[in-house]
């Protein structure tokens, strides 16, 4: 897969994307007290910060910083699929977000509610960032299994890599060709489809991708940006 999508473009997509989960919910400074800054937490927060604290690998001042980001940039508390698709027009100018960040947000929104509350954003972003490889792997097994059958189909995965192709546009290495995106589909399902049955179940995937390393290269999400 790595010789298929190239690892270098999956490690400037990785570093997009975490600048787009952090920086534009926690791009303002920090100018009320550690006090202040709770009590406008208590009026909005859709949890009690000690137990997102406990639910998360985030410590209580991240977690303030984070909620007054997420605040300041949706003030009803949630954020909508087309405030989502915005964040990611800006982290990819040369490309097009549109698809990619659909099935992200669908993968943040775990109620299937058309919305991503704070806690929802917390637990993937806690994922994604501080997880352990497993839930990492989890995570991102759910990512691609868009109707959420507990299979990812070459259908599903097809679509899932013509979306990272189109979102980085130029960058996108090799260059994009009609054929490419299918050919990342077969190297993927020739290496994780083992009983050749058509779709890949979450142990498939996460043994495949531990077993081999250059996969593993090419899978790994989000480490060192915190």
Known sequence: MGAVVGTLTMQTKQRRLSRAYVSFFVSLPIDKGDDELEMTMVCHRPEGLEQLEAQSNFTKQELQILYRGFKNECPSGVVNEETFKHIYAQFFPHGDASMYAHYLFNAFDTASNGSIKFKDFVTGLSILLRGTLREKLEWT?????????????????????????????KYTYPALTGDVPQQHV???????????????????FIKACQEDETMMRSMQLFENVM
Not at 147 to 165: C, H
Not at 188 to 195: H, L, R, S, T, Y
Request: hydrophobic fraction near 40%; proline fraction near 0%.
């Open 141 to 169: 097994f759910h990512l691609y299994d868009i109707n959420r059958d507990g299979y990812i189909s070459r259908e599903e995965m097809t679509e899932i890599v013509r979306a990272i192709y189109d979102m980085m546009g």
């Open 186 to 204: 077969d190297a993927f399902f020739q290496k994780m489809d083992k009983n050749k049955d058509g779709v890949v179940t979450l142990e498939e």
